[in-house]
């Protein structure tokens, strides 16, 4: 951990920022000429990524490792964001999912998904929220799923935190309309981060193909629109609209035997 104190900077903070659209909006806003704070868990190479950053767009970058599973962790990371920096980005992008049936779901599995997307999220907010209003103007981004839009079997847990952010989001951003703080809230299909979730993907066939998308195309057009101030954020309208047209009963069985496959 990197702690550079009572810095005149202003900072965006993103959560999960190791890999993945994590690690492309870090890239994105430092192309952008705004200093970062990355946030991830212990022993995920945060420190090469955070002096990477740094030297090749010549910004400030700060790295901080935690588990956000642990609410006290997170409370311990908005407590040092607010002695340290002036916030005026928050991106809360660190989620958990996963493919199981429920019945063979242990407690903290169902309880790492919950915290990490449900809790900490919503801890986190809280507490950088006076900071961040603080601020000339600054902004808020929950990365939510398409997901959040339909209840899935073998997933259960994941698609209910993810409406939970939608929800919060969507209501936050009304609550805050006219403070400077704006909120908005993304809904992105699966990602390319890796080899491994590449593959489960197309296991799911032609939906699972459908939803996979770019991180780097994702970040770029999220900040683009976050500093457009959209409050909703559809990266991709193929996947929402078959979603939104396709009745539950149709739209719950098709999405659940895609993602059987997985198992």
């Known amino acids: 951990m990197v702690v550079e104190k009572n810095s005149a900077h202003q900072f965006a903070v993103i959560t999960g920022a190791s890999q993945g659209l994590g690690k492309a909006f870090a890239e994105e806003l430092a192309q952008r000429k705004i200093n970062i704070v990355l946030v991830s868990l212990p022993n995920e190479n945060i420190s090469n990524l955070s002096n990477e950053i740094a030297f090749k767009y010549g910004v400030k970058t700060v790295y901080y490792e935690t588990d956000l599973a642990i609410s006290k962790n997170v409370v311990a990371l908005s407590d040092w964001l607010n002695k340290n920096f002036s916030v005026y980005i928050l991106i809360n992008n660190a989620g958990v999912g996963g493919t199981k049936k429920f019945i063979d779901a242990d407690v903290n599995y169902i309880n790492t998904i919950l915290q990490v997307n449900v809790v900490a999220t919503s801890i986190l907010t809280h507490q950088l929220l006076p900071n961040l209003m603080l601020q000339k103007q600054s902004y808020i981004l929950n990365v939510s799923s398409m997901a959040a839009f339909s209840p899935i079997g073998y997933k259960t847990v994941y698609p209910a935190s993810k409406s939970f952010i939608h929800s919060f989001s969507r209501g936050l951003s009304e609550e805050l309309k006219k403070s400077n703080v704006f909120v908005s809230v993304v809904n992105p299909g699966a990602m390319k981060t890796n080899n491994e979730v ?20 994702v970040s770029k057009y999220c900040i683009q629109q976050l500093f457009r101030k959209d409050t909703l954020i559809m990266v991709n309208p193929i996947s929402y609209a078959i979603l939104k047209i396709l009745p539950i009963w149709i739209r719950l069985p098709l999405m659940t035997n895609a993602i059987k496959r997985e198992i």
């Open 198 to 217: 590449k593959a489960r993907i197309k296991k799911q066939g032609f939906l699972g193909k459908l939803t996979l998308l770019d991180p780097k195309k």
